[in-house]
């Protein structure tokens, strides 16, 4: 459980409890408040033997419990108490805790995939350019004091301003090389809708490819011409490339690259390897959801 997650001030985790036992289940919390723990937490409860291991937070802390789990056969629960919870709305989770709780208490198990960059997992998306720099200037103004909402009008005002571009070798699983510069570049799990009504939504999490899109807009009003053109769910934008893929190598004459993924942001070491991992992840869904085993 993240105590730092959006609606954690909200509830206790007594409260949570006490929804688990009225479903017969009696939970073992283990609770965090530094981030780098979450994966070595949840590695050290699958070896502890235990069969579903929730995530009570937002999308990062969902990550970092889902790279642990990923390929060891463990069950991910999803306790969305974070400001988005992406994940959990792609997997049809109730966003109030009892009902998601009740999900996890009676739900199925359905396999999905995962996304990965240099051996890290990531569940939603991964990003490079533009969007690694707001989030770092967010938070550095979070910490500050600032609301979280605010702060991330304020750096993504701020980082519009300074616009700049990274020169890309983009290397698919087949075909040549692409030398490309790109204000930002965007690696989904699986293919992303657009138009306003369902942009930032996926409709399907087991096709096993990943989703790129990149920007080629060469202005700052090209930009925002090319997001414009994602929000109208026009299928043909003009500053925006967008392609099914399965691997990706990234090259730069940078040594080390920001990597936003999940939220979160890393320096990674270039070159950096992209790769889908088909159903790689277990993980409770309602029990109206298509057919899979009962857990």
């Not at 989770?93 to 999905?112: E, H, S």
Request: net charge neutral.
């Amino acid at each position: 459980m993240n105590d730092r997650a959006g609606s954690a001030a909200e509830v206790t985790a007594a409260e949570i409890k006490r929804m688990f036992v009225a479903h017969g289940t009696k939970p073992t919390f283990l609770r965090f408040d530094d981030g780098s723990s979450i994966a070595d937490m949840a590695r050290n409860a699958v070896k502890e033997g235990y069969d579903v291991v929730a995530a009570a937070g937002g999308d990062g802390t969902v990550s970092g419990v889902a790279g642990a789990l990923a390929g060891s056969g463990c069950i991910l629960g999803v306790l969305p108490m974070g400001t988005l919870n992406h994940f959990a709305k792609d997997l049809g989770i109730p966003d109030d805790l009892a009902g998601a709780v009740a999900v996890i208490a009676g739900g199925r198990t359905r396999d999905v995939d995962v996304g990965e960059v240099n051996g890290r997992v990531f569940i939603n998306n991964s990003s490079l350019g533009l969007y690694p720099a707001m989030v770092r200037m967010r938070e550095s103004l979070q910490r500050s004091g600032e609301h979280k909402w605010l702060a991330f009008i304020r750096a993504s005002l701020s980082i519009l301003v300074r616009f700049r571009h990274l020169t890309l070798d983009l290397q698919p699983a087949t075909g040549p090389a692409i030398r490309s510069k790109t204000p930002m570049l965007f690696v989904g799990n699986n293919s992303y809708a657009t138009g306003a009504a369902g942009v930032g939504r996926r409709e399907a999490l087991d096709r096993g490819r990943l989703w790129l899109a990149m920007s080629t807009a060469d202005t700052r009003l090209n930009l925002l011409a090319g997001a414009l053109e994602i929000l109208q769910g026009r299928e043909e934008t003009t500053n925006v490339i967008a392609a099914e893929i399965r691997t990706l190598v990234v090259s730069s004459s940078h040594r080390s690259l920001a990597v936003a993924a999940d939220g979160e942001v890393f320096r990674l070491s270039v070159p950096l390897a992209y790769r889908i991992l088909p159903k790689a992840l277990r993980v409770i869904v309602p029990a109206d959801d298509e057919p899979h085993a009962d857990i």
